[in-house]
């Protein structure tokens, strides 16, 4: 079992920063991909920023130079800066892992945090 809790969203202008961050609890030994998602009003849910277990990072192409995801193995937290908000980016960003628990992989999910970008 992991739990993940999230903080740090909020009410940022466009061309503002904000960090997010998040905290996986429980049997972490296992996981493997490590990140963030997001699902804006009447879209469906996306990547935003990955780690998986071998350091390897995979960003949307939307937020590539903008976004930097950070991952701690010794505190099992993740970490999203943004910098340069554009009103697109307004969403519920949610952190996300996977782990493998006994013999299958399974998804785990954050409660989502609100983002806000005003022009």
């Known amino acids: 079992q992991v739990q993940l809790v999230e903080s740090g969203g909020g009410l940022v202008q466009a061309g503002g920063s904000l960090r997010l961050s998040c905290a996986a609890s429980?049997?972490?030994?296992?996981?493997?991909?490590f990140g963030w998602y997001r699902q804006a009003p009447g879209k469906q849910r996306e990547l935003v920023a990955t780690?998986?277990?071998?350091?390897?990072?995979n960003y949307a192409d939307s937020v590539k130079g903008r976004f930097t995801v950070s991952r701690d193995n010794a505190a099992n937290t993740v970490s999203l800066q943004m910098n340069s908000l554009k009103t697109e980016d307004t969403a519920v960003y949610y952190c996300?892992?996977?782990?493998?628990?006994?013999?299958?992989?399974?998804?785990?999910w954050g409660q989502g945090t609100q983002v806000t970008v005003s022009s």
């Open positions: 996300y892992t996977n782990s493998w628990v006994r013999v299958r992989w399974r998804d785990y």
């Open positions: 780690v998986n277990s071998s350091g390897y990072i």
């Open positions: 429980g049997s972490t030994f296992s996981i493997n991909v």
